[in-house]
């Protein structure tokens, strides 16, 4: 068994199954929140289900509280959660995590994030300008998440990402700070970079792009 406890959320959805497995191939001990625990596709020893809602801190706290990393692969969901939900999990996060005395943190986010290493080329800025045309409230709620997170003290990583494909193929990866020159990621590529950045620093307080190569 790995010596980390991990606390998941988001483990049903499109990248978070994907990161579930991955954790638990690992032998990493996971407790996993969700909404609807019937779509959870494992049965594993490792493996603690929590029903709930990340918009309850009470829940959150409970599901952080002997847990060494939170990963967050939250989306909006289906049925879809509220278009503010990134602000109001990642208050409830940083809380939880801060009282508990621990510092590590991985989420997931978009490619129309925007932080001030930027160096988007022509098409990633018409992919942020097309989720702001579309979807302006999540989106700039997407960025809102990343200035709580740039304002507080913990080791957090924001993994911005183009489109994912649910797909157990591992390739080579791209990663940077300024652009996404990639239109696609694998699930399990995001998944074993994730697992890389468990115990690597070399991102902490970034907001990395990765793609497949």
């Known amino acids: 068994m790995q010596d980390l406890k991990i606390a998941l959320i988001g483990a049903t959805g499109k990248a978070g199954t ?4 991955a954790l638990l191939a690992q032998n990493f001990q996971v407790k996993a929140l969700v909404r609807n625990p019937e779509k959870i596709r494992f049965n594993h020893s490792a493996l603690t289900v929590t029903t709930g809602d990340v918009g309850d801190g009470e829940v959150v706290q409970d599901l952080i509280n002997g847990c060494d990393v939170v990963i967050s692969a939250l ?11 990134f602000t109001q999990s990642t208050v409830n996060i940083i809380t939880a995590i801060e009282s508990l005395g621990l510092k590590r943190y991985i989420a ?15 098409k990633t800025r018409l ?13 700039a709620n997407r ?8 304002e507080s003290k913990l080791d957090w990583t924001l993994i911005r990402l183009p489109l994912i494909m649910q797909t157990d193929e ?9 652009n996404c ?10 998944a074993q970079f994730i697992m890389d950045q468990l115990r690597a620093v070399e991102f902490v307080r970034q907001a990395p792009f990765i793609w497949n190569n």
């Open 127 to 139: 992919a942020t300008q097309w989720m702001y045309d579309h979807f302006p409230v999540s989106t």
């Open 181 to 190: 020159t990639g239109d696609q990621i694998n699930a399990a590529n995001l």
């Open 75 to 85: 989306g909006l969901g289906n049925p879809a959660s509220e278009k503010t939900i």
């Open 108 to 122: 997931l986010t978009g490619l129309n994030v925007n932080t001030p290493l930027d160096n988007k080329d022509e």
């Open 18 to 21: 994907y990161i579930l497995k």
């Open 170 to 178: 591992q390739t080579s990866i791209g990663m940077g700070l300024i």
């Open 143 to 150: 960025q809102k998440e990343y200035d709580i997170l740039t």
